[in-house]
Every structure is written in C-alpha cells, then in structure tokens.
C-alpha cells in the first residue's frame, strides 16, 4: 500500500507540470514570444533571401531609400525601408534570427566551459580548485572589449582563409563572447558541487569505487540541472546583449550581413535627424531587440521558479 501510495503521488506530481507551467505567467510569455520570435526569424529566411524580394533586395534604391512606413504596397514597405532602399522588415527579421543563433551557440559554449570548469574545481578542490579559479579571477579583471578585439585579431584572419569572410566574423564572434561568459557559470556550478561532494550520495559512490568521470555525469550533473538550465536561459539574453553592442559599435558582424546591434547603429544618425526625421530605422530593430530580450528574462525567471524544490508552494 505505501509503494502504491507513492506512486500514485509521483503521478499526480508529474500530471501538475503543465498546469503549474500555465499558472507561472512569466514562464509562459516569456517562453511563448521567444519561441514566436525564434519561428518567425527561421521561417521566413528563405523568403527575405529570395533575389527580387523587396524585404531584402530592392532594384530602386535611390527612389525607395529612406522611405517610412507604408502598408499598400505589400509587406516589403511595412517597417520602411533602409538607406539602400531594402525593407526594414526583412532586414529586422533576418537580423533576428542571426542575433538569436549568436547568443544561443555563445550560450552553449559558455555552458560547457562553465559546467567543466566548475565541477573540476569543485570536487577535486585543493590546488586545482586555487588555480582554477585564480584563472577565472585574472579573466574577469580583463577588459571584456579589449578581449573582444584581441580574440577577433588573432582568430579571425586564419579562419577567414579557411572558411570565408562571413563565416569566419560569425565564428570568431561565437568563440568571443561564449569564452567570456563562462566565468560566472564556473562560479555558480563550483559552489554546488561543492556543496554536494559530501553528501552521502557521492561519498557511498567514492567508497563503490565508481570513475571520477560517471560520478560526474551519473551523480553530480542531474543534480546541477536546475541551476544550470536557468542560468543558460538567462545567459542566451546576455550574449545577444553582448553581439548588439558589439555591432553598434562597429566591432561585431560586418556589413552587409544585418543584426538588431547593426541595424540601429545604422539608423540611429538618420533616426536624429533634426531636418527630417527617419525614426522607423531606429525604433523597429530595437524594439524588437527589447522584446526578446525582456522575453528571455521572464523565460528564465519562470524556469528559476519553477524548478526551485524550496518553494513551499509547489506541491510534492
């Protein structure tokens, strides 16, 4: 009776998952419009690359350039258009979808090298642990944009002769955020680990005899699951964060590739035009730009909730 007892508790527990998503608001809007965002950027690709289409490509530049927005002549004219006289929208959406994969791949690095870092230095502990960290002290009082620069100066020209210009600026900008964000992963993962390593869980797996390496992913990693997912959930917002002010400033994505980052850099002289106004060039990429990323925050924010085991009020 008491197994049947608790697993009939079990499955009442795992059919409440849904509802309590539902319930959590922030997890279900915030989850719900990155994954609108993230389906309409990689869906219409093919359609904004397509040659002839006015939300990429425009023959009349000089008469459609810098034209606002206009809902008659079909969805190419919809957010305006740019000083080539391409299609805001189509432009935004790609951009989107560029900006998203940087910081979701910047993300998964980070994750990585955080995860590795942080239960080396958490279990095995002693000198490992000092080094392991001293290292990640050292990195942090570096200058984020000078390390930037000089990932992009020392991996970029030889990777552009193995994979071309664009590959290569979107590559090097992969490795160049994601080798800079891990460092607060590292720390978060070292402190649980630390906190886990004795417990009687993983001394009774020492005393069996069991690999450092299955102790890891068999014991200490699915109880790490619920920091670390939410942390790489907030992490993907920091890194498109990240490759946007990166390519305000010039120093990220190159031309004519777009990103939300880009894309107000380039509309924000026109957009502060005191003669003729052009706000449509600066608004529709950074209004979008603060969506998803507002999006992302309550995604992580909800998944926090979600799968905090101390929160009294989730039933067991």
């Not at 460092?183 to 906190?195: F, P």
């Not at 052009?278 to 608004?283: A, F, N, Q, S, Y």
Request: one cysteine or more.
């Amino acid at each position: 009776m008491t197994t049947m007892a608790i697993d009939s508790t079990l499955g009442r527990s795992r059919c409440r998952w849904p509802a309590r998503i539902l319930r959590n608001r922030r997890l279900a809007l915030g989850g719900g419009f990155a994954a609108l965002m993230l389906l309409v950027c990689i869906a219409t690709l093919p359609w904004t690359n397509a040659p002839g289409s006015t939300l990429y490509y425009n023959n009349q530049q000089s008469a459609q350039a810098r034209q606002p927005p206009r809902f008659g002549d079909g969805p190419g004219y919809w957010f305006g258009t740019d000083a080539l006289g391409r299609g805001m929208l189509g432009r935004c959406l790609i951009g989107g979808a560029i900006s998203l994969l940087i910081g979701a791949t910047a993300a998964l690095i980070s994750l990585v090298l955080g995860v590795t870092v942080g239960l080396v230095a958490g279990y095995r502990g002693g000198w490992v642990d000092g080094l392991l960290m001293r290292m990640v002290d050292i990195l942090y009082g570096l200058p984020y944009i000078l390390m930037v620069i000089l990932f992009k100066i020392a991996l970029e020209p030889p990777l552009r002769r193995i994979m071309g210009e664009n590959a290569a600026n979107l590559v090097v900008l992969f490795l160049a955020i994601g080798l800079v964000s891990w460092l607060t992963m590292a720390r978060v993962v070292r402190g649980q680990v630390l906190s886990l390593r004795t417990q009687p869980f993983v001394e009774a797996a020492r005393a069996c005899g069991i690999r450092e390496r299955r102790i890891f992913i068999r014991h200490l990693l699915p109880n790490l699951a619920g920091p670390i997912i939410v942390y790489a959930t907030l992490t993907i917002p920091s890194a498109i964060l990240q490759e946007s002010f990166l390519s305000f400033l010039g120093v990220g994505i190159k031309a004519p590739m777009p990103t939300w980052g880009s894309l107000a850099s380039d509309g924000l002289m026109p957009a502060l035009n005191t003669i003729q106004s052009r706000w449509w060039m600066l608004v529709f990429p950074c209004t979008l730009l603060a969506l998803t990323l507002l999006s992302l925050n309550f995604l992580g924010d909800g998944l926090r909730d979600l799968l905090d085991t101390r929160d009294s009020k989730l039933e067991t």
